[in-house]
């Protein structure tokens, strides 16, 4: 088809559908004017958007010489697209329309070691609990992407390096879970998720080769090369909480082990630790990632010696990781995500680049991550409406 005219006429309707999509509403002759169509052609372009339901006229510009022109926009209800963020404590779940708006969310907890439902009940609640605040039908979403910690072995179809996570280790699960929802589904590592929102919306903008490091609940990293996600054979790779470094114990089979390495020398349940042993007083209690963020803030905010102090040697430690990524990736870009990151700012992330630099031949550029609202689930809304828009927005058909 490559030439024909329904080929050329679908190539015009996606480049006015994604400006609409990056603008917001525009005019006939704006729409001309940045996709260099005619006239005419824009006119006869938006005519057959409109009967196909995905643009709808709305309001008229005001304010400048001359008549009124009509302005248009995507139809926000054209489709929807649903996203899932797993973690042990709770799954959360949102659905946004085609333009990204998120229309509905919902929470749902699981806690404890033993899910009190099964997994697929779980994520049908979730989502559903997300359709129904958002007004919806669940047949009203047209695609799903669900992130958890580690990732489905694309040749088991078993969730691997996330031990931590009850009931999702099932042979079954991603059968049972194809079986109980009515939209393809997809599945992602929750870190992979954080760097496609960065590289969407957030820090890493028009970068194609960046690394993410991620510190919450867990050490990871995600890696993106040439513009694409890299996962690796199993779907592992990034999983750098087991890289063995120098100030660590190295403990063999670490898997079974969930100790030693990477995680254990940087990790967020070692800043509490560090905190003590420099003699920091007023430790909050809590879940170490809160506390985690919490002593990191405190110190980035607070000018005291044993603050500074805290942050150099969390800098150093989280440096004595990132050289080896980097020294093997040569990245353009590394972003410090996760709250036990963000927390300390441009100050943590000025430390961590001096002690690079000090550490590493390659020289990346390091910021500091920019979607800091659940940033899983907006990587998982991102990834789904990216191949809705595929799907929906294609008029070749």
């Known amino acids: ?39 005419p052609t824009a006119s006869q372009l938006l005519a057959r958007l409109e009967a196909s339901g995905l643009v709808l006229a709305t309001g008229t510009t005001e304010g400048r010489p001359g008549p009124n022109a009509q302005l248009y926009e995507v139809d926000p209800s054209a489709a929807y697209a649903a ?24 929470e749902l907890p699981t806690p404890g070691r033993r899910p009190a439902q099964p997994v697929v009940r779980q994520v049908t609640d979730a989502l559903d609990g997300a359709v129904k605040a958002a007004g919806l ?49 997809e599945y992602e590592n929750d870190v992979n998720l954080v760097a496609v ?21 867990g050490l990871g990293a995600a890696l993106v090369l040439g513009g694409r996600l890299h996962r690796g054979w199993t779907g592992g790779a990034g999983e750098v909480g087991f890289l063995p470094v120098p100030g660590a114990p190295l403990v063999r089979q670490v898997t079974k082990a969930n100790s030693g390495g990477y995680q254990e020398l940087a990790g967020s349940q070692a800043i509490p630790h560090l905190a003590r042993e420099l003699g920091m007083t007023d430790i909050p209690s809590g879940p170490y990632a809160d506390v985690a963020a919490a002593l990191v803030e405190r110190a980035a905010t607070e000018d005291t010696v044993l603050g500074r102090l805290l942050l150099e040697t969390y800098a150093t430690r989280l440096a004595t990781g990132l050289a080896s990524l980097v020294s093997v990736l040569d ?16 100050t943590l992330r000025a430390l961590v680049q001096a002690e690079l630099e000090e550490l590493a031949a390659s020289r990346p550029r390091l910021v500091v991550g920019a979607v800091r609202a659940h940033p899983v689930l907006r990587g998982a809304l991102e990834s789904a409406l990216a191949a809705t828009r595929d799907e929906v927005f294609d008029t070749s058909r």
């Open 1 to 39: 088809m490559a030439g024909t005219p329904r080929t050329l006429r679908a190539m015009n309707d996606r480049a006015a559908l994604d400006l609409l999509l990056e603008h917001g509403p525009l005019s006939r002759t704006r729409i001309g004017k940045l996709t260099g169509l005619s006239k």
């Open 137 to 185: 039908a669940r047949g009203d979403v047209h695609r799903l992407v669900i992130g958890t910690p580690g990732a489905f072995d694309p040749g088991t179809g078993r969730l691997r390096y996330a031990s931590h996570l009850p009931g999702w280790h099932s042979p079954t699960l991603l059968d049972e879970l194809a079986a109980a929802l009515p939209m393809p589904v």
């Open 331 to 346: 990245p353009e870009l590394v972003v410090l995500s996760g709250a036990s990151l963000t927390a300390g700012g441009d």
């Open 197 to 217: 929102a960065e590289q969407r919306l957030g820090a890493a903008r028009g970068h194609e080769d960046f690394v993410l490091l991620w510190n919450e609940g």
């Open 83 to 106: 996203g899932l963020d797993v973690t042990p404590e709770r799954v959360l779940a949102a659905v946004a329309d085609i333009t990204g708006r998120t229309v509905g969310s919902y």
